[in-house]
C-alpha cells in the first residue's frame, strides 16, 4: 500500500467533534512497514493528540524508531503543515534530509524535508559540553 493511501484511510478514523479537522499520517520505516495515525481530539482540549503523533506512537510501539518517510494529508485548500510538536517528534526519528509529503486529499503534493520543517532542531548533541 502506499502511503498516500495508508494516510488517507486512517484519516477517516480521525476523532475530531470540535475541530471537525481529519488529519492522517503514515510512516514507513526502512523495512517497508508502515505504522499510521489519526488526530484524537479531547474535550479537555490539551489532551488531544496529533495524526503524527498517532503514528510516531504506532511505529514505536512495534519496536522501530527510524522514519524512512513520511505523509500527512487533511482535507483542506493547502497541504496541512505539521504543528511544532509533530515536527520535532518527527526530527526525533528521521534524518534531516527524509522527505515529508504534506499533502490533500484534492491530490495537492508538498514534499518537504524534515530538516525544512524543523530548521536548528534541539538534538541530542546539544547536551555535550565538549
Ligand atoms: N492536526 C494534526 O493532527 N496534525 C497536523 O499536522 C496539524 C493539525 C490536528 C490537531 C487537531 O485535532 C486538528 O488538527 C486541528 O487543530
Known amino acids: 500500500m502506499s502511503l498516500r493511501q495508508a494516510a488517507l484511510t486512517v484519516r477517516e478514523n480521525a476523532y475530531v467533534p470540535y475541530s471537525r479537522y481529519k488529519v492522517g499520517a503514515a510512516l ?5 512497514q508502515i505504522f499510521v495515525g489519526c488526530n484524537v481530539e479531547n474535550v479537555a482540549n490539551p489532551e488531544g493528540t496529533s495524526a503524527e503523533a498517532g503514528a510516531n506512537a504506532a ?26 510538536g509533530c515536527r520535532q517528534k518527527l526530527a526525533e526519528f528521521a534524518k534531516g534530509g527524509t522527505r515529508v ?30
Open 28 to 32: 514507513r520505516t526502512p523495512d517497508g
Open 59 to 84: 511505529m514505536v510501539a512495534a519496536g522501530q524508531t527510524e522514519i524512512a518517510e513520511a505523509y500527512v494529508i487533511a482535507d483542506a485548500a493547502r497541504p496541512v503543515p505539521p504543528c511544532g
Open 101 to 130: 509529503t504534506l499533502a490533500t486529499t484534492d491530490g495537492v503534493e508538498e514534499p518537504v524535508t524534515v530538516a525544512e520543517l524543523l530548521p536548528g532542531a534541539f538534538d541530542a548533541s546539544h547536551m555535550d559540553r565538549t
